[in-house]
């Protein structure tokens, strides 16, 4: 290990506590940004797309794509009808992360998973930046029709999802969709403004649980990250190999998101048992 590398650990440690006020860096990081992909909610039971099992194993290479929400939308709604069945519980990751935001110490958190774990936690929403959208809203197909629901109201009102919902609002047989950003569509530009800037204030870049394969969020922290912070790699694969080529991550664990979210920051979970 380098000193480079147990400085890091050292001072994701002291980031368990509370920053005091003072200016004095080595007690830990203040600006924390992670970006976050499916491996940290597959301890939750959701699978993640591309490996072994996962959803593009389940429901098809092409579940995501625009031209499925067009041609063959059931294939969308059976989807979310198997996600809404489940009540997953956020993982040790979104419970760092409610730590971090409590101890001051949370920048942002850019992710690409639509499960709405992070929200479920606790995290302050407006650090929560979802640029892939989110499975908790519905909203209409068409471009200017501002028809929306919950995910609960959704829910409530359809409670067999056996066809696909046209809008309630503008009434031209428009689908109420997922309000989640499928290939062939732009990620939201305020979503994006948001992440870059948190990507570039940080002093700590933690990325975890995702392959890195999907642009643009693939290349945001290449282009966005300064040199001044460090830089940490969680997943059981290695990174890319557009950022193995310039050594871009200080710190790299191929390990469970759980167990690596763990020896980081410790203190979040050595919780004194009530029975004790
Ligand atoms: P992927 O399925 O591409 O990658 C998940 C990564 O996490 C893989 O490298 C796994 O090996 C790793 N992994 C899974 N479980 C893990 C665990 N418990 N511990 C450690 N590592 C684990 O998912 P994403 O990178 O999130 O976009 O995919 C990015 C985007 O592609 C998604 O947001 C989605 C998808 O198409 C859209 O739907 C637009």
New binding site residues.
């Given amino acids: 290990m380098t000193d480079k590398q147990s400085e890091i650990l050292q001072k994701c440690a002291r980031s368990c506590e509370k920053v005091d006020g003072c200016e004095d860096n080595n007690e830990g990081y203040r600006n924390i940004v992670f970006l976050i992909?499916?491996?940290a909610s597959?301890?939750a039971g959701i699978p993640?797309?591309?490996?072994k099992g996962?959803l593009y194993e389940r429901y098809g290479p092409d579940l995501?794509q625009r031209l499925t929400l067009e041609c063959f939308p059931q294939k969308i709604y059976d989807f979310y009808r198997d996600f809404a069945k489940e009540d997953y519980a956020p993982t040790s990751v979104h419970e760092a992360l409610v730590g971090l935001n409590a101890a001051g110490r949370l920048e942002g958190v850019v992710t690409?998973?639509?499960d709405g774990l992070e929200d479920k936690a606790g995290v302050d929403k407006n650090l929560v930046h979802c640029v892939?959208g989110s499975l908790s809203r519905f909203r209409c197909s068409r471009y200017l029709c501002e028809g929306s629901l919950t995910a609960e109201e959704y829910n409530r009102l359809l409670p067999t999802h056996e066809t696909p919902p046209q809008c309630y609002l503008c009434g031209q047989n428009s689908l109420l969709r997922p309000d989640?950003?499928?290939?062939g569509e732009s990620l939201d530009s305020a979503t994006v403004g948001d992440s870059l800037r948190a990507l570039r204030a940080c002093d700590l870049f933690v990325c975890i649980?995702?392959?890195?394969?999907?642009q643009p969020t693939a290349s945001m922290p290449l282009e966005n990250v300064t040199k001044r912070a460090h830089r940490i790699w969680?997943?059981?694969?290695p990174p890319p190999d557009m950022y193995q080529e310039n050594g871009f991550f200080d710190l790299c664990m191929q390990?469970?998101?759980?167990s690596a979210i763990k020896a980081l920051f410790p203190l979040f979970f050595n919780k004194p048992s009530p029975h004790a």
């Fill in positions: 992909g499916a491996g597959t301890s993640d797309f591309r490996s996962g995501f690409q998973n639509i892939h989640i950003v499928l290939f649980g995702t392959s890195l394969r999907v969680i997943n059981r694969d390990d469970e998101c759980d």
